[in-house]
């Protein structure tokens, strides 16, 4: 067991400042406007569950990359123009991982591997400059461990046989989740430094492509096949996406971001490890579920909604509130606030899907959409009642 360590043996920092996301972050983003794109795509073909379970696996160490490129430019890219130019050369990556699971992920693997091999060297490279400038005080033994020890996992990786290929994939990501929760003087020293502004504004930014992909999803599906049932299914689908990035701005970046701000100034490192690089990815995974059920919807939407573009839709919605609820409690929200919140987000939902199952698949999600709108109020109360303000965590 570890103990955090005194405020004498960290190393001395500047005090975090705001700061937004650089153009050269925004670009990278595009590659996984067709991430996302790609995974709904194949979860409106195949709505069962392992695909969903295949999804899911393919699209963590996407998220894990993305999101260890972010928190490296949070550090540095401020400082230093070579971060931003290594940001954006490391694009092919996250691309070639994403051509690979649209063509197959059993014939592409070498395509995936190699993507996964790319980023973690140009990781590497962001550290090694990072420290030759005095910018870091990171042992050499932990950016090469982090990122050229586990490429070689991947490497290895291209000479075992499926199943057992996926497996090593599962131990590379693993081990660098390990060593990112080894606590030390250096892990201190990054959670003091890392701007909250800026990594919630690209968290933001992030889930803003997963619900514009949703909407993506109506407008091009009534293109395709346009109806008047059809026009319904795009509203109520289009509603319901309004509404969920109404709960996700107006109510949890607001008091996340308060939240994360207590928990630094409280050196709860910890909750901001989890809140920023863990806990959005069910964000991220819940509303690709939803994007591809409104693809789905709108693509039949006088047909009833098929049992599992319903399990997705229920799932989708429910996973945001149950997630959000998470990062309440892990950041010190009032567990009553948290509950009288997650318990209606998960069962109405869930109760417009299973209710409107005998009906067409347009007043499906306008039931969802309405579902959302009591949430809407219930959000407001809570306001009203102080639920929403968090509190300095242990």
């Known amino acids: 067991m570890t103990t955090e360590p005194a405020a004498s043996q960290t190393v001395p920092t500047s005090e975090p400042t705001r700061r937004v996301a650089d153009w050269y972050e925004l670009f990278f983003d595009l590659v996984f406007v067709v991430v996302i794109a790609i995974s709904a795509e194949i979860l409106e073909r195949d709505t069962s569950l392992g695909a969903v379970l295949g999804f899911l696996l393919l699209l963590f160490p996407l998220w894990w990359a993305w999101v260890n490129l972010m928190v490296t430019n949070n550090l540095f890219g401020a400082r230093f123009a070579s971060i931003g130019a290594l940001v954006i050369a490391a694009m092919p990556g996250p691309a070639a991982m994403a051509i690979a699971i649209a063509g197959g992920i059993a014939e592409q693997a070498w395509l995936y591997v190699a993507g996964a091999v790319w980023i973690r060297l140009v990781l590497l490279a962001m550290w090694l400059v990072s420290r030759a400038r005095g910018a870091s005080s990171a042992p050499l033994w932990r950016p090469f461990a982090y990122n050229l020890g586990t490429a070689a996992f991947w490497l290895v990786s291209l000479g075992i046989p499926r199943p057992w290929q996926y497996l090593v994939w599962a131990l590379a990501v693993a081990a660098e989740v390990l060593l990112l929760a080894v606590r030390s003087r250096f892990a201190y020293e990054i959670y003091e430094r890392a701007s909250v502004s800026h990594a919630l504004e690209r968290v933001g930014l992030f889930i803003v492509i997963v619900i514009g992909e949703a909407v993506y999803l109506a407008i091009t599906g009534l293109t395709e096949h ?157 306001g009203a009642q102080g639920h929403g303000v968090p509190r300095a965590t242990e």
């Open 226 to 382: 346009p109806s008047l049932g059809g026009g319904a299914a795009a509203l109520c689908g289009f509603l319901v996406c309004a509404l969920l990035a109404r709960t996700f701005f107006r109510w949890g970046l607001p008091t996340t971001e308060a939240g994360l701000s207590i928990a630094q100034r409280a050196r709860s490192f910890g909750a901001m490890r989890d809140v920023i690089m863990y806990l959005p990815f069910f964000l991220v995974a819940g509303l690709t579920l939803v994007a591809a059920s409104i693809g789905i919807a709108v693509r039949h939407p006088d047909a009833a909604l098929p049992p599992g573009a319903r399990v997705l839709l229920a799932c989708g919605v429910a996973v945001l509130f149950v997630v959000n609820a998470i990062i309440g409690v892990r950041l010190g929200r009032r567990v009553d606030g948290v509950i009288a919140l997650v318990v209606p987000g998960v069962l109405l939902p869930v109760l417009a899907c299973l209710l409107s199952g005998a009906l067409a698949a347009w007043a499906t999600l306008g039931f969802v959409a309405v579902a959302l709108g009591l949430l809407e109020l219930v959000n407001k109360k809570l």
